[in-house]
């Protein structure tokens, strides 16, 4: 990854920090976006920049086109290229899907599937042969184990078409596209001593939640070496809940 520059959508905290702390370990300069917790991306910053690497913290609501492109755009000026776009931000709606206000469901729709489209686009003129792409998806997507999450499960099992079709668009030009699939991380939109944990241990095969370095160990291995004809793919990382 020396040399590389990696966008990690949503990387102020959770699962996209991780991501983006892990990349940087691994030697990419590394810029994020973030849209209300100011404090905690230019933490991520201080980190990134703290393991030796180029860091750049963008305010960019991912349900605003606009912004998205313009955080695309912001990369490519201050990092000097783009090599691996990941497609974290997201949201978790949850509730009857009677109760599910247009609002809510455009919003849900722009920042899961309408955002990762226009990263892509505004991405695509800069990534180079060894390009990567790597959206962050849900275990929820393929399977649905309670009820309330309609919106949810929606949204994110989009992610699986658009990441086929897209793998094929730009595989003649040598970048890779790929799902990645979490099942119940241990992170602030849930956390692990929350009120319904131990039910989610209980779906799945090793009873326990994953920690966000463990997805993000998932995610350097796409972007790194390793990943090079892995491509089309979606990979489950979910403690064996969907088995």
Same mark, same amino acid.
């Given at each position: 990854m020396i040399g590389r520059v990696a966008l990690v959508t949503g990387g102020s905290r959770g699962i996209g920090a991780a991501i983006a702390l892990r990349l940087a370990r691994d030697g990419a300069d590394v810029a994020i976006t973030y849209q209300s917790a100011a404090g905690l991306a230019a933490q991520v910053v201080e980190e990134i920049e703290a393991l030796g690497r180029r860091a750049l913290a963008v305010r960019a609501d991912s349900a605003d086109p606009d912004a998205v492109r313009g955080a695309v755009d912001a990369?490519?000026?201050?990092?000097?290229?783009?090599?691996? $776009?990941? &497609? &974290?931000?997201? =949201?978790?709606?949850?509730? #009857?899907? /009677? /109760? =599910?206000? $247009? +609002? /809510?469901? +455009?919003?849900? $729709?722009?920042?899961?599937?309408?955002?990762?489209?226009?990263?892509? %686009?505004?991405a695509s003129p800069h990534l180079r042969e060894g390009g990567r792409i790597i959206s962050i998806g849900s275990n929820l997507a393929e399977r649905v184990p309670f009820p309330g999450i309609a919106l949810y499960a929606m949204t994110k099992s989009a992610l699986l078409g658009y990441t086929r079709a897209l793998a094929r668009e730009l595989g003649p030009?040598?970048?890779?596209? &790929?799902?990645? %699939? #979490?099942?119940?991380? !241990?992170?602030?939109? &849930?956390?692990? !001593?929350?009120?319904?944990?131990?039910? %989610?241990?209980?779906?799945?095969? $090793?009873?326990r939640y994953q920690t966000p370095d463990e997805l993000a160990a998932t995610v350097a291995h796409l972007a790194g070496p390793g990943g090079r004809t892995i491509t089309g793919a979606s990979l489950l990382v979910d403690a064996g809940t969907n088995a």
């Open positions: 990369v490519v000026a201050e990092l000097g290229g783009l090599d691996v $776009l990941v &497609n &974290n931000a997201g =949201v978790f709606p949850y509730g #009857p899907f /009677e /109760e =599910v206000s $247009l +609002d /809510e469901l +455009d919003r849900t $729709l722009s920042i899961h599937v309408k955002a990762a489209f226009v990263a892509a %686009q505004a030009r040598g970048i890779t596209v &790929n799902v990645v %699939q #979490p099942g119940s991380t !241990d992170t602030d939109m &849930n956390p692990a !001593d929350a009120d319904d944990a131990a039910h %989610q241990r209980s779906l799945t095969a $090793l009873g």
